[in-house]
């Protein structure tokens, strides 16, 4: 029984840390944290469109070697016309981060969290500037936003143009394909994905028929409804959500779930040493 509670701990400490969802490469299961305001943006919770209209707040928990880093950020849910099937997209790659040597605490929906901040310093122009987060009205409504953090203190002017040129082509964006044209498919050092969900209903692609409307190129969109608050649907059961003030994280989880809430909130405490 006691092991058994010590499994149950475990994983729900999990919940705490952020990593990149299940077959996305390069993968990454080490915590990069995404703050849009004081709103925690963390392993697949599910956050209100209102929240995430501009570029987030990004670190670790762990202190950076590196000089140099660049954020990607990439939409893996986008429609197309032959549903289920998706394509991706390029919502934001900033390059020129260059890590806090000291901790800064944040105080976010998740509890107090002590993280070393990238900074653009140098104010240097993104490669691909943020798009926020805005899924349309068609299948599928949840999309998943994921986030890698890369180590580019070794990339060469040569590879940093092509990087570059690369990133302007948002549509069916692979990742792993990219960073592998400039040396860094090894250099991913975290990662994150949260969700956005339109309420819906959905559109028919076919026909254009049906509440709302979309635009698959940029993954962008309107439907009837507000994408934030209350009535945001979630597309699993054990994932958070997180309104636009913060709101109650409990309050729209299922009965089943509570127990591993609150002991991965426990276990977020003791891992970020509150």
């Keep these: 029984m006691v092991s058994q509670s010590i499994k149950v701990v475990l994983a729900a400490a999990s919940l705490c840390f952020a990593k990149t969802p299940n077959g ?28 995430t209209a501009n570029q987030p707040t990004i670190g670790t928990t762990q202190k950076l070697t590196g000089s140099s880093y660049a954020v990607v950020m990439i939409d893996l849910d986008i429609p197309t016309n032959s549903p289920p099937a998706t394509t991706t ?18 105080n976010t929906t998740m509890g107090n969290m002590n993280v070393f901040l990238l900074e653009n310093k140098q104010n240097t122009s993104a490669f691909a500037a943020y798009i926020s987060p805005a899924p349309p009205a068609r299948i599928p409504l949840s999309h998943r936003y994921t986030q890698i953090l890369v180590d580019t ?27 592998s044209m400039v040396n860094l498919q090894n250099k991913v050092v975290a990662g994150n994905s949260f969700n956005v969900t339109n309420p819906g209903p959905a559109q028919n692609a076919a026909t254009g028929t049906g509440a709302g409307s979309s635009n698959t ?8 409804g507000s ?16 309104g636009v003030n913060g709101g109650n994280p409990m309050a729209k989880i299922p009965m089943g779930g509570s127990m591993v809430v609150v002991l991965g909130a426990v276990a977020c405490a003791v891992f970020l040493g509150l």
């Design 227 to 242: 994408a934030s608050g209350t009535g945001t649907r979630q597309p699993t059961a054990s994932a958070t959500f997180v």
């Design 153 to 179: 203190s070794d990339i060469t002017t040569q590879e940093t143009a092509m990087l570059q040129t690369v990133a302007k082509n948002r549509t069916a964006f692979q990742a792993e394909t990219v960073l």
């Design 217 to 224: 190129t940029t993954g962008s969109g309107s439907g009837r």
């Design 89 to 106: 997209l390029l919502h934001w790659m900033q390059t020129g981060l260059t890590p806090a040597t000291t901790a800064t605490k944040l």
């Design 24 to 51: 996305f490469q390069p993968a990454s299961t080490t915590d990069l944290i995404v703050e849009y305001g004081n709103i925690a943006a963390l392993n697949g919770a599910v956050v209100a469109k209102a929240t």
